[in-house]
C-alpha cells in the first residue's frame, strides 16, 4: 500500500530532519514545533470534516431530487458511451455515471464545496459495485486521478484571491491555468488508462478530441476578452451554471411528482454521516503532513531544487513558488497559505506570485481527495491510485512552470 508508505515517511523523514538540525544549530524547538502540528493538524482535520457536513447535506439532498426526478439517470445514459469505456468494469447505463459527471462538472467550474458530495455519492455507489470491499477498484482510481488532477475550467477563488492581495489583472493567470491543468488531467487520464489497459477506439478519441476543442475555444474566447473581464464573467457564469443545476434538479422533482422538500430531507440526512466517517482518514493524512512540514523538510526539498537547478545553469527564478506545488498535493488550506505567502512576499504581480498561483490551479490535492474519498467508503487498499495522482500532478508542475516563463518571463 503506496499511501502507508508515504505516511510512515513523513514522519522518519521529519524525525531525521529535526535530528539534523538540532545537531546543527543546537536548538531542540523544532520537536516542539512538530509536536503542537500534531495537535493543531489533528484539530484542523476535525474541524474540515465538521465544516464539511453543511456542504455535504445541501448536495446530497439535492442529488436525492436529481435522483428520483430522473435527471442522473438521464445523464448516465447520455454519458455512457464515453463512460463505459473510461469505466469499462461499471454497468453499462448505470446512474453511478450521472454523479460522476456531476463531480468532474463542479471541478471544472471551481466549485470544489459542490463536488465532494457528488464524488462521495460516486464512490458510494462505485462500493455497492465492488467485489472486494477494502480494496480500490479500478473504476475508484480511474476516478479519484481524474478528480486529483484537477482540470479547471473556472478557477473563481484564485482569482478573488489575487484580486485581494492588489493584482492589477487579477485574471491574468487564467489562460495558463487552464492550460496546466489541461495537462495534468490528460496524463492522470493516459498514465492510468495504460495500466488498467484501456483501449482508445473511435468513441473515446473523439470524446478527448472534442474536450482539447473545448478548451481550445475556451482560451480562444477569453484571449479576445480585456483581462478586466475575465474575473467577473468568470465568476458569474460559475454562479448563474450552479443556480441553474439546482433550478433543474428541483424543477425536475416537481415534474416526476415527489415531494421535493421531504426528499431533500431524506438525502441531507446522509450528509452528517459521511462527515463523521471521514474524520479518522482525514486527520491521519493531514497530521502526517504537518509533522512533515513543520520539521522543515519541505523548506530543504525547496532549497535543494533550487540549488541544484541553479548548478545546472537553469534559471531558478521559478524556486520560489515550489512550496504551493509541493504542498497542493498534501493539502489545499497549506497550499493556498503559501500561495498568498508567495503574493505578499513577492509582489501579486511578480513572477513568483504568479506561478504560485498558477501552481494552485494546476492540480488538485491528491492526498486529501484519496482520504476522504476512499475514507467514506472504507477502502484501504487504494493499490497504484497514489502513483498515478503523483504522475498527473507532476505533469500539471512541469505545464505550470513553462506556461509562467511563456505567459510572463521571468
Request: charged share 10%; net charge neutral.
Amino acid at each position: 500500500m503506496v499511501l502507508n508508505w508515504i505516511w510512515i515517511a513523513f514522519f522518519l523523514i521529519a524525525f531525521i530532519v529535526a535530528v539534523v538540525h538540532l545537531a546543527l544549530t543546537g536548538d531542540a524547538g523544532v520537536f516542539q514545533e512538530i509536536v503542537d502540528s500534531t495537535f493543531s493538524s489533528a484539530k484542523t482535520g476535525f474541524e474540515i470534516s465538521i465544516g464539511l457536513t453543511g456542504v455535504l447535506s445541501l448536495w446530497l439532498g439535492i442529488m436525492k431530487i436529481g435522483e428520483k426526478g430522473g435527471v442522473v439517470n438521464a445523464l448516465a445514459r447520455l454519458l455512457s458511451p464515453v463512460f463505459c469505456r473510461l469505466f469499462p468494469s461499471l454497468p453499462k447505463n448505470d446512474r453511478v455515471y450521472g454523479s460522476i459527471f456531476m463531480n468532474l462538472a463542479a471541478n471544472m467550474l471551481g466549485l470544489d464545496n459542490a463536488a465532494t458530495p457528488m464524488g462521495l455519492k460516486a464512490m458510494e455507489r462505485m462500493q455497492e459495485l465492488n467485489e472486494r470491499k477494502d480494496t480500490a477498484s479500478d473504476a475508484m482510481i480511474m476516478f479519484l486521478v481524474l478528480n486529483t488532477s484537477g482540470l479547471t475550467l473556472i478557477p473563481v477563488s484564485i482569482m478573488v484571491y489575487r484580486a485581494q492581495m492588489g493584482a492589477a489583472q487579477p485574471a491574468d493567470v487564467f489562460l495558463p491555468i487552464l492550460i496546466a491543468t489541461f495537462f495534468s488531467t490528460m496524463v492522470g487520464l493516459l498514465v492510468t488508462a495504460m495500466i488498467q489497459h484501456i483501449r482508445f477506439d473511435r468513441v473515446l478519441v473523439l470524446f478527448l478530441s472534442g474536450l482539447s476543442a473545448v478548451v481550445a475555444l475556451i482560451i480562444w474566447g477569453f484571449m479576445s476578452m480585456p483581462h478586466v473581464k475575465i474575473g467577473p464573467v468568470s465568476t458569474s457564469i460559475a454562479n448563474i451554471l450552479l443556480l441553474l443545476i439546482i433550478i433543474a434538479f428541483i424543477l425536475s422533482g416537481v415534474r416526476a411528482k415527489v415531494n421535493v422538500y421531504e426528499t431533500f430531507v431524506e438525502g441531507a440526512k446522509d450528509g452528517f454521516s459521511t462527515a463523521v466517517r471521514i474524520i479518522p482518514y482525514l486527520i491521519a493524512i493531514l497530521v502526517g503532513i504537518g509533522v512533515f512540514r513543520a520539521s522543515g523538510a519541505m523548506d530543504a526539498l525547496t532549497d535543494g531544487i533550487g540549488w541544484l537547478v541553479e548548478k545546472c545553469g537553469l534559471d531558478s527564478g521559478f524556486a520560489g513558488a515550489l512550496p504551493t506545488a509541493f504542498m497542493k498535493p498534501l493539502s489545499g488550506s497549506g497550499a493556498r497559505g503559501l500561495m498568498i505567502d508567495a503574493m505578499t512576499s513577492y509582489g501579486a504581480d511578480s513572477f513568483v506570485g504568479r506561478l504560485a498561483c498558477i501552481f494552485q490551479g494546476s492540480t488538485d490535492t491528491t492526498f486529501y481527495i484519496l482520504a476522504v474519498y476512499f475514507g467514506s467508503v472504507g477502502v484501504r487498499n487504494t493499490r497504484y491510485s497514489v502513483v498515478c495522482g503523483l504522475l498527473a500532478d507532476l505533469a500539471g508542475i512541469i505545464a505550470a512552470i513553462f506556461m509562467a516563463y511563456i505567459f510572463f518571463g521571468a
